[in-house]
């Protein structure tokens, strides 16, 4: 299994960037995928998770911090998820990694130990 992070960039403030996680090996259309970020000197941090709810549908969590600008989602058919990072700030920058889980999970997903699988991250630099 792996999965393939890709869009990031250089950006200014206020500017937009959408983000690619494109997964190989199996599908996960029923179970979590999430973004995770990690700044020089800070510890991983939850951004955002999409859930299979049961049928077609999902649910979305986002951390506070990124809540209105940013927006998850899924396209099973392809087997990728994306985050779309609008009104972006310099805060904004770290590296973005994207996360799978192999099973259902009863939760949103904002804790590392939910996930199975990992990208191998990709640059979001905002200049001010």
């Known amino acids: 299994v792996q999965l393939q992070a890709s869009g990031g960039g250089l950006v200014q403030a206020g500017g937009s960037l959408r983000l690619s996680c494109a997964a190989s090996g199996r599908t996960f259309s029923r179970t979590t995928m999430g973004w995770f970020r990690q700044a020089p000197g800070k510890e991983r941090e939850f951004v955002a998770s999409?859930?299979?709810?049961?049928?077609?549908?999902?649910?979305?969590d986002y951390v506070d911090s990124v809540k209105g600008r940013f927006t998850i989602s899924r396209d099973n058919a392809k087997n990728t998820a994306y985050l779309q990072m609008n009104s972006l700030k310099p805060e904004d920058t770290a590296v973005y990694y994207c996360a799978a889980r192999g099973s259902y999970l009863f939760s949103t997903g904002r804790d590392l130990s939910d996930y199975d699988y990992w990208g191998q991250g990709t640059q979001v630099t905002v200049s001010s």
């Open positions: 999409i859930t299979w709810s049961g049928g077609s549908t999902y649910s979305a």
